[in-house]
């Protein structure tokens, strides 16, 4: 018997409520990943990160500190996610409970479901308009990415495609290199080709070279890296995605 074979009857007409239930999963996952951006970007437009200035159109002033910007927009969709869940679970919990027929409990659906599309339509409409207005501190970023030792994979990597070493000897050595960078006040990539040599003295011009940022950045290729034409294929798939989600 196929799925197609089967044909609802009259008390499953009346007491289904999946779709209800579907719309409001689906909205409770838009806001999921909606609600982890705005955390994002909520971090990134403090002072301690300063990688974003969220526009003062979708901001607001303390009512105490003079100095205190605030990003309402990102924080209000952040506390929104808890709503259009708790919609989804007290449809659910309505549902639960119930006998394969209709029942007056079934009026419950509709505020829950009303409400969920209402926040999510006015909610993205607004985050949409608040990044197409965030401006963004690529110099802060790039200061970040010097923090850390980013590329300190991507010299153990060197020295085992350069140099046939083992990772785990090539890993050994890259950690000393970490530790000399740190007793120095300098992050890895900084370190002269001098310094390198005084841990092994098979580091060469092109250690260097693994370790700038940008290499390390093309060195991801593959599908879903971070090399500008892997940035630019997901891109073109994402762009043309929507264009199809458009013509529904």
């Keep these: 018997l196929g799925f197609s074979d089967i044909t609802p009857n009259a008390m499953d007409s009346v007491s289904d409520r999946d779709f209800a239930l579907e719309l409001l999963f689906n909205i409770s996952l838009i806001f999921t990943h909606a ?11 403090s002072q301690e990160f300063g990688y974003i ?5 979708f901001s607001t002033g303390s009512s105490i500190m003079p100095q205190k910007k605030n990003p309402d927009v990102a924080e209000l969709i952040r506390g929104k996610t808890g709503r259009v869940y708790g919609n989804l679970i007290a449809l659910l919990t309505v549902m639960k ?24 339509s006015t909610s993205l409409v607004i985050l949409r308009e608040m990044l197409k207005t965030t401006t963004w501190r690529k110099e802060n970023m790039l200061k970040a990415c010097k923090m850390g030792h980013l590329t300190a994979t991507d010299l153990a990597d060197y020295l085992v495609s350069a140099f046939g070493e083992p990772f ?6 890259t950690g000393r290199l970490v530790a000399l960078a740190e007793s120095r006040g300098k992050d890895l990539s900084e370190l002269s080709l001098e310094e390198l040599k ?7 011009e092109g250690a260097l070279s693994s370790l700038s940022l940008e290499a390390s950045k093309e060195a991801r290729k593959s599908s879903g890296g971070t090399s ?6 997901q891109l073109v798939l994402i762009n043309d995605f929507l264009a199809r989600a458009r013509e529904f």
């Design 35 to 45: 609600s982890r951006l705005c955390e994002e970007l909520i971090l990134w437009s």
């Design 53 to 57: 200035s969220i526009s003062d159109a």
């Design 97 to 120: 409970g119930l006998p394969m027929a209709y029942n007056k409990d079934m009026q419950e659906d509709k505020e829950g479901v009303f409400d969920s599309v209402r926040t999510a």
């Design 168 to 173: 785990r000897l090539a890993h050994n050595i």
């Design 198 to 204: 005084s841990i092994d003295s098979r580091f060469d």
């Design 228 to 233: 500008n034409e892997s940035v630019e294929k």
